[in-house]
C-alpha cells in the first residue's frame, strides 16, 4: 500500500501542476485576444466635456477670485526679452475689472521680474483693476502649483498642463481649471476644460 500511495502522489501532482499552468494559459491567451480586439490597451480616460465643449465666461457670470499664469499667454519670451501678447490684452483687460485676479510669473532672476512689472505698468491692466500686490512671481512651476492651492480661487487658468493635472488631484483644489493649449497638443485630463486662445474664454 505505501509503495502505491507514493507511486500515486508525484502523479497526482504532476497532474495538478499542468491542469494549473493549462489554465493560466488560457486566462492569459483570452485576455490577449480580447485586448487585440478592441484595439490595444485601454485609452487614457478623457473627460468628454473638457474637449468638446470649450470652458466659455458668460456675461454677468464672471468667477469670483481668478489665478492666471501670465507666461505665454500674457507675457512671452522672445528672443531672450519679454514681449506683451498684445491681442490677449484687452481681454485680461476685461477679466480684471471684474474679477479678483492674481497674476503668477515664473521667472529666473531679478532682472527678470523686474522687466515683467515694467511690461505690466506699460498697460491698462493697473487702471482697470488689478492689484499689483497680485502679482506674484516664482521660479518653478512646482512652486506656482503650491501658491495657488494657498490662494483659494476660484478659477486657474494656465498653459502648463502639468500645473493644472497636479491641481486636479487627488482633489480638486480649484472649481474651475482652463487650459489655454495654445496650438499645442496635450489631452486634457478629467475636470480641465480646454481652450486654444485666451480670448476663447470670454463668450462672443
Known amino acids: 500500500v505505501l509503495m502505491n500511495w507514493q507511486r500515486w502522489v508525484p502523479w497526482g501532482l504532476g497532474s495538478l501542476t499542468v491542469v494549473i499552468v493549462g489554465w493560466y494559459i488560457h486566462r492569459f491567451w483570452k485576455g490577449h485576444n480580447t485586448t487585440r480586439k478592441l484595439g490595444g490597451p485601454p485609452a487614457k480616460h478623457v473627460d468628454t466635456n ?19 499664469a501670465i507666461r505665454n499667454i500674457l507675457i512671452a519670451n522672445k528672443g531672450g526679452k519679454y514681449e506683451l501678447v498684445k491681442e490677449a490684452l484687452s481681454y485680461f483687460s476685461t477679466l480684471v475689472a471684474n474679477c479678483d485676479c492674481y497674476f503668477l510669473m515664473e521667472v529666473c532672476t531679478d532682472e527678470q521680474e523686474e522687466e515683467v512689472k515694467s511690461l505690466l505698468k ?23 502649483s503650491h501658491m495657488v492651492k494657498q490662494l483659494g480661487v476660484h ?7 502639468e500645473v493644472l493635472t497636479e491641481l486636479g488631484r487627488p482633489k480638486p ?8 493649449s495654445l496650438g499645442s497638443k496635450f489631452i486634457p485630463e478629467a475636470g480641465v476644460h480646454s481652450v486654444e486662445k485666451f480670448s476663447d474664454i470670454f463668450s462672443k
Open 122 to 144: 506699460s498697460t491698462n491692466l493697473y487702471s482697470s483693476g488689478l492689484n499689483p500686490i497680485k502679482v506674484l512671481f516664482c521660479s518653478t512651476s512646482v512652486g506656482r
Open 50 to 68: 473638457s474637449t468638446v465643449e470649450r470652458y466659455k465666461i458668460k456675461p454677468g457670470q464672471y468667477p469670483g477670485t481668478v489665478s492666471c
Open 155 to 161: 478659477m486657474h487658468i494656465d498653459s502648463n498642463m
Open 173 to 180: 483644489w480649484v472649481d474651475k481649471l482652463v487650459h489655454v
